[in-house]
């Protein structure tokens, strides 16, 4: 079955993208703004966050580097025999705010996910020059066809909350917050009112 | 008094829990296209064609419909003359267990405090209702918690009337923002008690989308919140549009002469809902 025919028009419109991303690509992506994600990425939800949080507490290094990195709030459905991955949509955002700010500082570049962030993640982006994008939610099926390998990379035992690296081709997706601090779903709430 | 063996009833809930996951019905699809054809903003007509394909995709492949494929809500009606061979719950558990381990379904249930998660995706949560009859009816309703989240309840004083309940259902769905997954269903249940309310909002999910309230004030109310919601312009995934909600369902019971309890169930897009009789 092809891929063609289940992508609807939108796809060709996106801006492509390449990860890990480039600095000044990145300076430029503007809030709003429809891409197309290729390259590699990780990613981790909720216990990710937390065993991250516990090895920095302890000081030892995370199992990955995450600078210039996107890291991708996904707890994918297992995958069947002959496929790459399970449903692989994105989790809400801002249950990660807590430990993002620390993440930022270590350099990560961008977060992906659903939802708005907190005051303190969008202090921290600006100061970092760091990005936040959503994709969509509840699309897991579909987005998993942009993912063309995914390995385990750290915490196994965590089942759907390990960190995967994924590398993905034309993964869609929408910048939410910029460098410049714009904020997308504020510009959509002032635009309704 | 007719007899039920815990193996059929395991087997059924497996199958049910399978599809569950992967297929939308024809309710929520009916919906999202009437969605996408009445939405304003192109961006949210981009984003309603992308849901349509998704749930092509999982129907077609048997790939969850999102990833987020619930903790099971099982809402049981048992007739009082059907027999059970063996415990109606072990059987239920059974059921879902196999059908998301079979499935390849996201195990997501764990412990509250340690966060250990069970592998099994059970304990589910069972609902038991005793009606007449001798039929066993299972509706089952795998709930993402993006959206379980974003629920609420309110014990409001009865000076409060309508509008406190069209101000509280309005302000909870709007104030969630892109978080649910919207556009979204918004179940409400409306008088009783406090529990009463709550188990009212998530019973509600399971009414078949188009269909309004029986009763016509009801009905009315529904209409008029579900414009509210979509007038406030969170839109479709919080990008914008007239389609925040998709649908809003209202069940009601009678409250205490000092109570008005609403409680507000917020269902994402991806409206996974199915039901079996046996």
Redesign the interface.
């Known amino acids: 079955m092809s891929l063609l025919r289940y992508r609807p028009d939108f796809f060709d419109s996106l801006r492509a993208v390449n990860l890990p991303f480039d600095a000044e690509v990145l300076s430029s992506l503007r809030a709003g703004e429809l891409i197309s994600l290729t390259g590699t990425l990780y990613t981790g939800r909720d216990q990710t966050h937390r065993r991250f949080e516990a090895l920095l507490d302890s000081g030892e290094p995370l199992p990955i580097d995450l600078r210039g990195q996107l890291l991708y709030y996904v707890g994918p459905s297992p995958a069947q025999p002959g496929q790459v991955i399970g449903a692989a949509g994105p989790t809400t955002s801002y249950r990660m705010d807590t430990y993002t700010p620390r993440l930022l500082e270590l350099g990560l570049a961008a977060t992906m996910g659903k939802g708005g962030r907190s005051p303190q993640v969008r202090q921290a982006m600006e100061q970092h020059q760091a990005i936040y994008l959503a994709t969509f939610g509840g699309a897991g099926a579909l987005l998993s066809k942009c993912i063309k390998e995914a390995e385990v990379v750290a915490f196994e035992d965590a089942g759907p909350e390990a960190l995967f690296r994924f590398r993905v081709e034309e993964f869609p997706a929408v910048v939410i917050n910029d460098v410049l601090g714009h904020d997308f779903y504020e510009m959509v709430r002032q635009d309704q009112s | 008094m007719r007899k039920i063996t815990f193996q059929e009833i395991a087997a059924a809930v497996r199958q049910l829990t399978m599809e569950a996951g ?1 297929q939308l019905e024809p309710d929520i699809l009916e919906a999202l296209l009437v969605a996408r054809d009445t939405e304003e903003s192109l ?1 949210a007509r ?2 309603l ?3 349509i ?6 129907s ?10 619930g903790v099971a809500v099982l809402f049981v009606a048992i007739g009082q003359d059907v027999r059970v061979e063996g415990s109606l719950e072990d059987a239920l558990q059974e059921g879902v267990q196999r059908g998301y381990v079979d499935g ?5 249930v764990c412990d509250p405090l340690t ?1 250990v ?1 069970s ?1 099994t995706n059970t304990p589910a949560v069972i609902h038991y209702e005793i009606t007449s009859g001798d039929k066993l009816h299972i509706s089952m309703l795998p709930k993402g918690c ?1 959206s379980e ?1 974003m629920s609420g309840l309110i014990m409001l004083p009865p000076s409060a009337g309508k509008q406190g309940v069209i101000d509280f259902v309005v302000e909870q769905a709007v104030k969630a ?5 919207p556009p979204m269903v918004v179940g409400v249940g409306m008088g009783g008690t406090f529990e009463k309310a709550a188990y009212l909002a998530k019973k509600s999910l399971l009414r078949p989308l188009a269909a309004a309230s029986p009763r016509h004030d009801i009905a009315a109310l529904e209409q008029e919140i579900l414009t509210e919601i979509n007038r ?4 479709v ?4 549009g007239n389609h925040t909600a998709l649908a809003v369902h209202i069940e009601s019971f009678p409250t205490h002469i000092a109570s008005l309890p609403v409680a507000v169930n917020i269902q ?3 409206h996974r809902h199915k039901e079996i009789v046996l």
Do not use: M, W
């Open positions: 992967t961006l981009h984003v064609e992308l849901f394909s998704n749930a092509d995709i999982a077609r492949e048997k790939i969850p419909v999102c990833q987020d494929t390849y379904l996201r195990k997501s966060r998660n592998g993006g989240n923002g892109a978080n649910p997954c406030r312009g969170v839109g995934q919080g990008l914008g994402c897009h991806a």
